[in-house]
């Protein structure tokens, strides 16, 4: 892993001894340390992309940054690059500019749909750029026996990944009732780690079961629902990841936890980040401001997001700027807000004030990437029917916005009840027509329809509609467009698509720049909420959860609805 790391020759050592000179002397720093959290007043050597020493020497190049905030490069500890829609070049171009030099991923996302070819696809279109990338083995393809997936991720797979020179470690663990029951396959993927890390996903695990989830090797968790619940992980020796991307939130509610007890084995991620909300408020940076709001000091939610977050996913050349490390490191003339004057990535400077200047090497997604979405046939209002009648009881998914889990709720039906929406899951790897119907209170679409292929973690056809006639027809509109794009995510009123976001790199992605993406997704966002009546402030990528089977209560795939708790298919009508 990272195999270049430390392996320093001794004309190197010359420049840190300041015997020879350095490439480029960064004067009159402020500079953040995160292992001891204080400001230190210095010169900063910079030599082979590697700082190599503090203080005044012989330079080539000298740049005074006249007391100017020096911060390493920030690290996200788990996120998934599928979920911001972006190839990958496009997303290193559109994070580099806020300040974020290195990521954590997990390509489950990618594994769900095309497998190892995907996943091994990524990792080569990463290779060459400015960016250090760490990519985890999925190790929960599918996250459960009631998903459908385009493709399996095995042991084979996982051992496959691991032995890139940038595999760091086993993906979140998503099917812990399996973990926690010893099952032998889940236990022999999380072997395969070795001494890798191995990242958890457990909400609501406390007492005995999260003991047993532990004593399997599971060593971190970004799923935590209550301040308790961080608790009881932080002090058994969990490390636990403060999250905020677009629907899923729980840094601010879970800050206490660092305002009490402190930093340690705490680091911040991102998870699920939109498009648009990149463009707007950034990635890391992002978090870092929630934080602050939140009440953690600027030195403490740093600290997670550089030296915290390279310590545990063993990026030991990254997190400092120090002699010895790589020169990842952001230059601020004002700590108001996160938007570095200048970004340097191994000592080159890769943007500034919030544009890149680095040319990205940029490698094409393959017609394998593409023509993953497939459908038995086209269609119609018919195919979103329900055996439900008036009067009967059924179960409901009521939706929990900035949130993954799920309420369940025994409503008596009427038809065209207005604030109830219908929701519906087709499966679409594999043709085979399969289709789970539910329905939805809190999502809010008092008209119109939207559909998406992104939808966790199989990735299967989704669609939301008003609970009318004419809302099904626009369920069968936008899911058949969203089809003949290839893939992607539309919204439809009265038989008209209003808009849509093109995702044809396996209906996930798209190699477009952030700028146009993020308008489109925008877009498409403010019609669902302005036009279709929803109050949701990420209403594409809440939908996108809904199909989520390991996070509790209930929640819908194409095999039906999934009570989390009892790990099981229930009925939707009750009784």
Known sequence: MFEDYRRHSSALLAKARGDAPCDLLLQNARLFVGTTKEWIHTDIAIADGTVVGWGTREAIDTLDLDGAWVIPGF?????????????????????????????????HEMANVLGRQGVLAMIDAAQGLPFTFGFSASSCVPASQFESPGALFDLE?????????????????????????????????IAAA???????????????????YLCAGVESDHEMLSYDEVVEKRRKGMWVFLRHGSASQNLAHLAKTVIESGTSRVALCSDDREPDLIVSRGHVNHCIEVAREAGITLEDALTMATVNAAEYHGFRHLGLVAPGYQADLNVYTSMETLVPEIVFQRGQVVARRGALTATLHHVEPST?????????????????RTQV????TIRVIRVVEHSLGTGSELVTFTNDD???????VIE???????????????????RGAIASTVAHDAHNLMVVGANTEQGRQDMATAANHVASIGGG???????????EVPLPIAGLMADVPVAALGQQVASAQNIVRQTLGSSLEAPFMTLSFLGLSVIPSLKLTDRGLIDVERFAVTPLIVG
């Open 418 to 424: 207005p604030t109830l929406n219908q929701l519906s």
């Open 194 to 212: 070795g001494s890798r890390r191995v990242d958890g996903h457990a909400p609501g695990i406390t007492g005995r079961a999260l003991d047993a």
């Open 157 to 189: 797979d996982i051992r496959t990944i691991l032995a890139q020179p940038n595999g760091i470690g086993l993906a979140e663990v998503m099917n812990f009732p399996g973990v926690i029951a010893g099952d032998p396959d889940l236990l022999a993927k």
């Open 368 to 384: 394998a990437l593409l023509g993953t979405v497939h459908l038995k046939e086209p269609l119609d209002a018919n195919a979103f």
């Open 428 to 446: 679409r790897h594999r043709a085979t027509g399969r289709r789970g119907h539910g329905y939805l209170l809190g999502f809010g679409l008092a």
């Open 389 to 392: 009648l008036p009067g009967q």
């Open 489 to 499: 995510q539309a919204v439809c009123l009265n038989g008209e698509i209003l808009a």
């Open 75 to 107: 690290i996200d500890a788990h996120m998934h690059i599928e979920s911001t829609k972006l190839w990958i070049p496009n997303f290193v171009a559109a994070v580099l500019p806020w300040g974020t030099t290195a990521v954590a991923n997990d390509p």
